[in-house]
């Protein structure tokens, strides 16, 4: 799988299928010469750059557990590709295998993962928090202030979940099935993009994207 996202100063950075070891990110420039290549690891699940600069790789089990920077399951890079920050759960939380929703913003990033399925908010000031969330293995997510929507999980697809976080825990408010603007029934769709306060979801038209927003 490939993964390519926008750096500020009209930069991008992409992120191809590599063996262990190998430079398999690299830095283009406006350009599209390469400025830098680096090491991002093996399995990315989540490739996702905000506009301070900072570069956000999740992975996935097979990465995990086969190859030392994807062992972290979620790491943070500057834009020019140097290792900032690697997650380290508290004493007593598991830690990441896989993780299954994603949201980036401007000085955080937002993950639900497998096993437990907790809420991580992991902001760039080296905060961390744990919420237990009533939503198991959701598929995305947008988050505003102490509103945060979770799509998916719990074996329901379509399904939208509203809550309320506190210090500990999301709690949930309201739940509703999410259709397409016609109405009609949301029956599939690539793998949701979590931007803050907004989720892009993408149908069966590659040329086709749906926002919502909390």
């Not at 009209?10 to 398999?24: K, M």
């Not at 955080?108 to 902001?123: D, G, I, K, M, S």
């Not at 998916?152 to 500990?168: A, I, V």
Request: charged share 25%; net charge neutral.
């Amino acid at each position: 799988m490939t993964h390519l996202d926008a750096l500020p100063n009209d930069r991008f950075v992409l992120q191809g299928h590599g063996a262990a070891g190998d430079q398999n990110a690299q830095i283009y420039g406006r350009d599209g010469r390469r400025r830098r290549s680096f090491v991002m690891g093996r399995v990315v699940e989540y490739l996702m750059a905000d506009r301070r600069h900072r570069v956000w790789s999740a992975y996935f089990d097979e990465g995990v557990y086969s190859d030392p920077i994807s062992a972290d399951g979620l790491v943070r890079w500057d834009s020019g590709g140097n290792h900032q920050w690697v997650y380290r759960p508290p004493e007593g939380i598991e830690y990441i295998d896989t993780v299954y929703a994603f949201n980036v913003d401007d000085g955080v990033a937002w993950a639900n993962y497998y096993p437990t399925f907790p809420l991580l908010e992991a902001r760039t000031n080296g905060e961390i928090r744990l919420r237990k969330s009533p939503v198991v293995a959701s598929a995305g997510m947008a988050v505003h202030g102490e509103q945060v929507i979770m799509l998916g999980g719990c074996r329901q697809p379509d399904r939208l979940h509203r809550c309320r976080m506190t210090e500990h825990e999301a709690l949930l408010v309201e739940e509703a099935c999410l259709t397409l603007p016609n109405g009609a029934p949301l029956r599939g769709y690539a793998r949701p993009v979590g931007r803050g306060r907004h989720l892009y979801l993408r149908g069966a038209s590659p040329r086709q994207w749906y926002v919502m927003g909390v």
